[in-house]
């Protein structure tokens, strides 16, 4: 399914967008379940479990009709991943309340804008809820990394792009640094900023299983801390248009 005139217009705008029940509540339990198996198969729990990637197509369903109908109308052509779907869990990570991280803040990908074609999306497997290790971003800083990327060439890094943003915007700078006493989640996210016209704050994904987030490939983001005492949980995937 291609995205609704209002869907479009929000993910232009702010660079993500949720979709709304887009994986069957069936698909969703059962790849639930196998990534509950892969966790408790470990000896110990991690606050940020790694390396729980698909070996037996155990997150193939996040490849519906849907989803295809949507890559075709964002890609065109795109090539099959060879796996589907890398699961994202974050248990309560240790912080007694939740703030706006200053850490590990990047985007994943630089380079002009029409160098390659990319989407890149996240399906919600358990309730995300404020506070539960939604992966953060700041909406809108896609425009203005393609406006940076445009003006002054290629993107090389995360870390240059990040060195560019900043330059431009000492906002992006104070988000990456502390100040004692700050109220981050009034600045950052409720207050935000407006740099060359372009609104930006910081928000976290949220929604419901089966809602299908997707992110443009400039987006700045960073992991969350997790203070709920229920897991974040996505998957998360990237597919590639083809030349």
């Known amino acids: 399914m291609p995205l609704t005139t209002e869907q479009a217009r929000a993910y232009a705008r702010d660079g993500v967008v949720r979709l709304s029940g887009l994986i069957p509540t069936p698909d969703i339990e059962t790849m639930r379940n196998a990534v509950w198996r892969k966790l408790d198969a470990r000896p110990e729990r991690a606050a940020r479990p790694s390396k729980l990637t698909a070996r037996e ?24 991943p060879v796996r589907w779907g890398l699961p994202l869990v974050a248990f309560h990570t240790g912080e007694e309340a939740w703030d706006v991280p200053h850490r590990n803040w990047h985007v994943d990908l630089g380079g002009l804008p029409g160098e390659y074609s990319l989407a890149r999306f996240f399906v919600i497997l358990e309730p995300s809820r404020p506070g539960g290790g939604g992966t953060g ?27 560019r943003l900043i330059a431009h915007a000492p906002w992006f700078g104070e988000l990456s640094s502390t100040r004692p006493g700050e109220d981050r989640i009034q600045r950052f996210m409720r207050d935000g900023a407006e740099v060359g016209g372009v609104e930006v704050r910081v928000c976290e994904m949220l929604g419901e299983p089966g809602d299908v987030i997707l992110m443009h490939p400039l987006m700045l983001h960073a992991p969350m801390p997790n203070v709920l005492s229920t897991p974040r949980m996505m998957l998360t995937q990237f597919v590639y248009g083809r030349p």
Do not use: M, Q
């Open 57 to 80: 197509g155990e997150f193939d369903a996040i490849g519906s009709p849907a989803i295809r109908a949507l890559l075709d109308s964002l890609l065109g052509e795109w090539d099959e």
């Open 137 to 163: 971003y700041v909406a809108g800083s896609h425009r203005l990394f393609t406006a940076i990327a445009e003006r002054e060439g290629r993107l090389r890094s995360s870390a240059e792009a990040r060195r």
